[in-house]
């Protein structure tokens, strides 16, 4: 989806959650603009990561096996850190290759995304799913692949 609200982050975050560990780091100061106003997110170490939808509110749905999703890494003006969860679709139990890519989850007004991980499973990981915040950035069958955002993708992101 087009951001259409002048939100727009001006340097990387430098984003990065990685290893046996719920948490994540950003390494830099962020800076961003929501509709045109200028803010700063300290950089963070070992941030809780969020466990929970920054629309609905409500747990994220499990990524079960072969299934893979977006996680949009959100600021708002407070400098709040959210996640917001996209479709999940379905991954090639043999290549490992999304089957389609996944739209990027509408992000409010009142945000802007600084970053979003492409959370995927293989047909090793827990068959109960996996949660960013839950479980570890290497759970089994888990591939994370995080990307610093400057403004949101203006299509689809197939890998």
Same mark, same amino acid.
């Given at each position: 989806m087009e951001n259409i609200y002048n939100n727009k982050v001006t340097n990387s975050g430098l984003l990065t959650a990685t290893g046996a560990e719920t948490v994540y780091d950003t390494t830099v100061i962020i800076e961003f603009s929501i509709d045109g106003i200028a803010y700063r997110? $300290? %950089?963070?170490?070992?941030g809780a990561t969020p466990t929970t939808d920054g629309v609905t509110a409500a747990a994220f749905d499990a990524?079960? /096996? *072969?299934?893979? @999703?977006? +996680? $949009?890494? @959100?600021?708002? $003006?407070?400098?709040? !850190?959210?996640?917001?969860? =996209? &479709?999940? !679709? &379905? !991954? *090639?139990? !043999?290549? *490992?290759?999304?089957e389609q890519p996944i739209q990027f989850p509408n992000i409010p007004s *009142?945000?802007?995304? +600084? %970053?979003?991980?492409?959370?995927?499973t293989d047909g090793t =990981? =827990? $068959? =109960?799913?996996?949660? /960013?915040?839950?479980d570890n950035w290497n759970a089994t069958g888990l591939t994370v692949t995080h990307r610093n955002l400057m403004d949101q993708p203006s299509r689809p992101v197939a890998s």
């Open positions: 997110k $300290a %950089a963070v170490t070992d990524v079960t /096996p *072969d299934k893979a @999703c977006i +996680f $949009a890494w @959100c600021l708002n $003006a407070s400098g709040t !850190v959210s996640l917001i969860q =996209s &479709e999940i !679709v &379905e !991954v *090639d139990g !043999v290549t *490992d290759l999304l *009142d945000r802007v995304a +600084f %970053a979003y991980t492409l959370y995927q =990981s =827990s $068959a =109960s799913g996996l949660r /960013p915040g839950t």
